[in-house]
């Protein structure tokens, strides 16, 4: 079992082996609501495939990682600028001013936030993920291939270099796939809260959440 904390501060216990997450718990909206719009985009675009049965295949095995960065924007995360519109336009107009000039802004952003006893931050990492990958879309009246390309049926399954749970044959790949890198950008939130009676100060961190891949969003960051 495991802890993690929500935006509020209170914890939230679950079960590492018994966790279902869903696909709003993972990725931030705009991500889910691109995906969204690309399939109604697909759809209006033709129209013959929303009566007909369609096979979506798609096979998503991450096999290596490679760490890009991780950097940090305080005072500031989503949900603050959501509540707080001003706060994100305050922001980026100080982002625009020399280094040597934004030091007014910077006090003021501390006196507002980390010195009445709640300051939030943004952490954001970004990493490239190694996955094999298969993906295609068939009409399954005439067998066209729509988008992507079948994975032919891999003649030694020992060739296929993935980390597999050795007591599930379902995670094997049966089928030919590729080698695909992806940029992963994902962030959490940081609360940082007094403690009014001793002054000492205790970072409270949210769950990551993907907020883009491969630049599809140019970048989604909060400001």
Request: contains cysteine; negative net charge.
């Amino acid at each position: 079992t495991t802890a993690h904390d929500n935006d509020d501060g209170t914890d939230r216990n679950t079960s590492a082996s018994n966790q279902s997450l869903l696909p709003t718990e993972i990725f931030q909206q705009k991500v889910t609501d691109l995906y969204q719009s690309a399939k109604d985009s697909y759809l209006a675009s033709h129209p013959s495939s929303s009566s007909s049965k369609l096979e979506v295949r798609l096979k998503v095995v991450p096999y290596d990682t490679e760490f890009v960065s991780l950097y940090c924007i305080p005072y500031i995360s989503r949900k603050n600028v959501e509540r707080d519109p001003q706060l994100k336009a305050f922001y980026q107009k100080m982002l625009k001013k020399k280094s040597i000039d934004r030091a007014p802004d910077l006090s003021k952003l501390r006196r507002e936030h980390l010195e009445t006893g709640h300051m939030e931050s943004t952490v954001i990492a970004q990493c490239i993920v190694w996955c094999h990958e298969l993906f295609y879309i068939r009409d399954v009246e005439t067998g066209q291939i729509l988008q992507g390309r079948p994975g032919e049926p891999q003649r030694r399954k020992e060739e296929a270099d993935v980390a597999e749970d050795e007591s599930s044959a379902d995670n094997r790949l049966s089928e030919s796939t590729q080698q695909i890198p992806h940029l992963v950008r994902m962030e959490r939130t940081v609360i940082t809260r007094k403690d009014q009676a001793t002054g000492s100060f205790q970072n409270i961190q949210g769950d990551w959440i993907i907020t883009d891949i491969d630049d599809l969003l140019e970048g989604n960051l909060v400001v």
